[in-house]
């Protein structure tokens, strides 16, 4: 059975520092890795996907990595801002069960001003 | 465009009582899901849809728990004789098929059983 950990489980950071979230899975046959952000109350909003044949994705701040072999994965943000302020959740998705995905714990961040 | 909607935000109901959840997918995508994230659980898949189909509902944690979707569209949650630890938000997500890369999700339906 897959099982996804996500370290830490809560952060906190002054505002403009660069910072590595963490996550780690014990199944390596998997498809796609997905890294989404989570708002106090609100659904999920997608932050990036690294197919199982890629090394690392970028958008804007955020870089994702993926170390399929050893089973992890990190998320790195640069210079954080308050708005960052969030729980951060990575979730793989196993090639031979079908579509659905299985979530780590999160990783709750909080940015200082 | 319009995103991924559930109905209701919101719902408190008492122990026993039979509750539905509904999902609106984004136009044109085939593929549906339902996960619940609850305190200490994190969130955990119930059920997936291709088109009007479920070829996985193994996550769906008793018999009480049963879905259904019409039209390759809608799709309705029903959690009949509501337990307290049936108290959760549970979140619809869709993609464009299967095989997509992403899944959007909607915001969710926080349920409460007093």
């Known amino acids: 059975k897959q099982e996804v950990t996500q370290i830490p489980a809560a952060l906190s950071v002054p505002e403009g520092e660069n910072l590595v979230l963490n996550c780690s899975f014990t199944?390596?046959?998997?498809?796609?890795l997905q890294w989404f952000r989570q708002d106090p109350g609100k659904g999920l909003t997608s932050l990036l996907l690294i197919q199982s044949s890629q090394r690392e994705q970028t958008s804007g701040r955020l870089n994702a990595s993926l170390d399929k072999s050893s089973g992890r994965s990190t998320l790195y943000i640069a210079a954080s801002q308050p708005g960052d302020s969030a729980t951060y959740l990575c979730a793989v998705r196993k090639e031979t069960s079908g579509s659905r995905l299985t979530f780590g714990e999160g990783t709750q961040l909080t940015v200082n001003p | 465009g319009a995103g991924v909607s559930q109905s209701p935000s919101n719902k408190v109901t008492e122990k026993g009582k039979d509750v539905e959840l509904r999902c609106d997918p984004i136009?044109?995508?085939?593929?549906l899901y339902w996960y619940r994230q609850s305190l200490g659980q994190g969130l955990e898949f119930l059920i997936y849809?291709?088109?009007?189909?479920?070829?996985?509902k193994s996550g769906l944690p008793s018999d009480r728990f049963s879905a259904e979707r019409t039209g390759g569209s809608v799709s309705t949650l029903t959690i009949q004789r509501t337990q307290q630890e049936d108290s959760a938000v549970y979140l619809c997500a869709s993609s464009f098929s299967p095989s997509s890369y992403e899944q959007y999700f909607g915001p969710g339906t926080r349920l409460t059983v007093t």
């Open positions: 849809f291709q088109g009007n189909s479920a070829p996985d």
């Open positions: 199944d390596s046959a998997i498809y796609n």
């Open positions: 136009s044109g995508h085939t593929a």
